[in-house]
């Protein structure tokens, strides 16, 4: 009795890994393949990611997918976030809309992806509807990007990546100070201009915090770090003398500038704060 049941366990496990092995997730990621629709075009599958960042990939896509994005824990301040998405500049195969009860917005068309640039929105705004545009070979067709979930920060605008072209007040300034994902004293060395955006290479004497790796030690002698930081084109930003206080927000692995007062604005203000104890944090200024 033992080699008919044995059989038949192998012949379930065979029948499970041609079932699944044509998509994989976890809380974080999914690859899927639209394979899985093949004859059903018209299928639409849901996709459920509960991470604050992560990948998708969707091969040879066909029919459609629903992607819920969610934040891994529950909080009152979950409304408040954004989700950023950065295609991939090899992602081609369908349209991304935001669905919100069954109404459909496009988000970025299928010759849009390629350019990866980053687009933001509300959590509030609704799931992700990626449809599969029609094509008679889709062999050659990757839907991919990467997302994340983000908080508003001060001194920037909802679902933008920056903040706006205009002075933080002395509120903003000391609240960035606190909450932005990086904070260093520095001077602009170069800016360089491209369509979408100005890019400023800064050369940093202090560094308070980075969250991830943007600025780059000069070495381990030297209390000096270098890197890179963007911000939208129209503020004509200028190379000068003096330096600043950078703060900001990291997305993708990128820098984008948030509040920057000149540093001994900064330093006023601190210690005009300090002296009334309404600091919201202590930062190290010796």
């Known amino acids: 009795m033992l080699a008919p049941i044995l059989a038949y366990l192998l012949s379930l496990l065979v029948l499970f890994r041609i079932t699944f092995s044509q998509y994989s997730s976890d809380e974080c990621s999914w690859r899927g393949s639209g394979l899985t629709h093949e004859g059903h075009t018209r299928d639409v599958e849901q996709v459920y990611l509960r991470c604050s960042q992560g990948t998708l990939e969707w091969l040879y896509p066909t029919g459609a997918i629903i992607v819920n994005l969610r934040p891994n824990t529950v909080s009152r301040g979950a409304a408040r976030l954004s989700v950023c998405v950065k295609p991939s500049r090899e992602s081609s195969g369908t349209n991304i809309y935001l669905d919100r009860a069954g109404q459909l917005r496009l988000l970025l068309h299928e010759d849009e992806q390629q350019r990866g640039k980053v687009h933001c929105f509300s959590i509030q705004e609704g799931a992700l509807f990626i449809e599969a545009v029609p094509h008679t070979d889709i062999s050659r067709k990757i839907t991919a990007f990467q997302y994340e979930l983000v908080s508003d920060r001060p001194g920037t605008e909802p679902h933008s990546l920056a903040a706006p072209c205009r002075p933080c007040n002395d509120g903003e300034v000391l609240l960035a100070v606190c909450t932005s994902d990086f904070v260093a004293r520095g001077s602009i060395r170069k800016v360089e201009q491209t369509e979408e955006q100005s890019t400023v290479t800064v050369a940093i004497s202090r560094l308070h915090r980075q969250k991830t790796q943007v600025f780059v030690s000069g070495g381990v002698r030297v209390r000096s770090w270098t890197g890179r930081i963007n911000m939208p084109k129209q ?44 600091n919201p944090c202590h930062v190290d200024t010796n």
Do not use: H, I, N
């Open 235 to 278: 503020c004509g930003v200028r190379a000068g003398e003096g330096d600043f206080l950078f703060t900001g927000t990291v997305r993708f692995g990128e820098a984008w500038m948030g509040c920057a007062p000149r540093y001994k604005d900064f330093l006023r203000l601190y210690q005009e704060a300090q002296q009334q104890g309404s």
